[in-house]
């Protein structure tokens, strides 16, 4: 499924460079692997994070912005 954090892009992206032995921290972005409630798509973004402003907040503290 698309956006999914287990079995996602970026857990393929992690293991290729465990692979490389290049240790970055990576941060997974995505649905998590429970159940989400039936709401609109904007609750349901808040609920996994990936709304504006939970996106804003993850970037302010990683300092990317």
């Given at each position: 499924e698309d956006g999914v954090i287990?079995?996602?892009f970026g857990v393929a992206i992690a293991t290729l460079l465990n692979q490389k032995n290049?240790?970055?921290k990576?941060?997974?972005l995505g649905i998590p692997d429970t159940l989400i409630e039936h709401a609109t798509i904007q609750e349901q973004k808040e609920f996994c994070g990936l709304d504006e402003i939970s996106?804003?907040?993850?970037?302010?503290?990683?300092?990317?912005?």
């Amino acid at each position: 499924e698309d956006g999914v954090i287990s079995g996602g892009f970026g857990v393929a992206i992690a293991t290729l460079l465990n692979q490389k032995n290049i240790n970055i921290k990576i941060n997974h972005l995505g649905i998590p692997d429970t159940l989400i409630e039936h709401a609109t798509i904007q609750e349901q973004k808040e609920f996994c994070g990936l709304d504006e402003i939970s996106l804003k907040i993850f970037l302010d503290s990683i300092n990317i912005l």
